[in-house]
């Protein structure tokens, strides 16, 4: 454990599949002012790494910098095996390859960490998402812009080692970059610990995506199935998160579904009364995205698309997450009234050395 002088000590993790992305990340961690890190880790986290990343590694970060492989598991799998890798510095701060720390990050991220009090188990950054000035956001990039209000945010969270230790870690069930952040926080919170917002700036670029984005990230419905099974159904509001708009989808999905049964079976009226519902649903839907963003042509027609799409992909990974999850049993008692339990007395203890 380091000595008293050593309390704002820290490692960075840094979770990649080596995207482009991550030369720039590392580049501006390295001319950022103030303290530098004591060790970078990176965790490669490609299925089958080909090449190296060491070409990624600024020369001022080499000395202080280590690969390991996380074995393609996720990036809650990838950063376990970070921080567990990274010594026993007392803070490990976890930076996705996709982030630019800010100029002034380091000397922001000392005041961050020296604020914090023994009870302080991560601080996050500020998060800034770089919108056009030109025109209305896109779909995507509106959903990206999401990112600066989410309020546990692993993009950029340093965490007190003895905390990580004393709730396990990240979840590894959580296998995308969805919601491992809000499960992290809340047994944290449950646990005793208080998580604060610091005052360090990084930047999370909108990386580019496909037209199907939108549909493909329905798969964390799953994952919010797991939360509930795991933290109770009150854990959006602890967490602060968004609800979206899984009823909605879970309804218009119905009633397709019910247009397709009745047609099948010679009920026509009730066909077309469940046909309008959908049309109806579907395009409400399609004009809450598109009224907001740029209103191209080639916006409109994805939008239009994937409203379509986006609805029964919902319905699909929620149900596969209902199934998957049903014998999940809760971390701890949740709606009972009782106080959350005490850290553990090692946490205690340690924190004292």
Do not use: K
Request: net charge positive; charged share 25%.
């Amino acid at each position: 454990m380091p000595g008293p002088d050593d309390t704002t000590a820290y490692a960075v993790v840094v979770p990649t599949l080596g995207r482009p992305s991550l030369g720039t990340c590392l580049r501006a961690l390295a001319e950022t002012s103030g303290p530098r890190p004591s060790r970078v880790v990176l965790v490669d986290d490609r299925p089958d790494p080909t090449g190296t990343l060491a070409a990624a590694v600024p020369p001022s970060l080499r000395a202080r910098t280590m690969v390991v492989h996380g074995g393609g598991r996720g990036p809650a799998a990838a950063r376990n095996t970070g921080w567990r890798a990274a010594g026993d510095l007392p803070w490990i701060v976890f930076l996705d390859d996709d982030v630019v720390p800010g100029p002034t990050w380091g000397d922001d991220l000392a005041l961050d960490l020296t604020a914090a009090t023994g009870w302080t188990a991560a601080v996050t950054a500020r998060i800034e998402v770089p919108l056009p000035a030109d025109r209305r956001p896109t779909d995507w990039e509106r959903n990206t812009a999401g990112l600066a209000g989410a309020r546990w945010i692993t993009a950029d969270m340093a965490c007190r080692r003895v905390a990580l230790e004393a709730v396990g870690g990240f979840d590894e069930r959580f296998r995308r970059a969805f919601r491992e952040d809000a499960d992290l926080a809340l047994r944290m919170r449950d646990a005793g610990w208080d998580l604060t917002e610091g005052r360090r700036i990084t930047t999370h670029p909108v990386r580019p995506a496909g037209r199907w984005i939108s549909v493909r990230l329905q798969a964390g419905n799953a994952d919010d199935v797991l939360m509930t099974r795991l933290h109770g159904r009150d854990w959006w509001r602890r967490a602060d998160a968004p609800r979206g708009r899984l009823r909605a989808h879970l309804a218009v999905t119905g009633t397709g579904l019910a247009a397709l049964g009745c047609a099948v079976l010679g009920r026509r009226r009730a066909a077309a009364a469940c046909a309008a519902a959908w049309l109806a649903g579907t395009a409400e839907f399609a004009l809450a995205r598109i009224l907001p963003g740029p209103r191209t042509r080639d916006e409109i027609a994805t939008m239009a698309a994937t409203s379509v799409l986006i609805p029964p992909a919902a319905t699909w990974h929620w149900l596969r997450g209902r199934v998957a999850y049903r014998a999940t049993p809760p971390y701890a008692r949740h709606g009972t009234g009782e106080p959350a339990p005490a850290p553990r007395p090692v946490a205690r203890e340690r924190l004292r050395s």
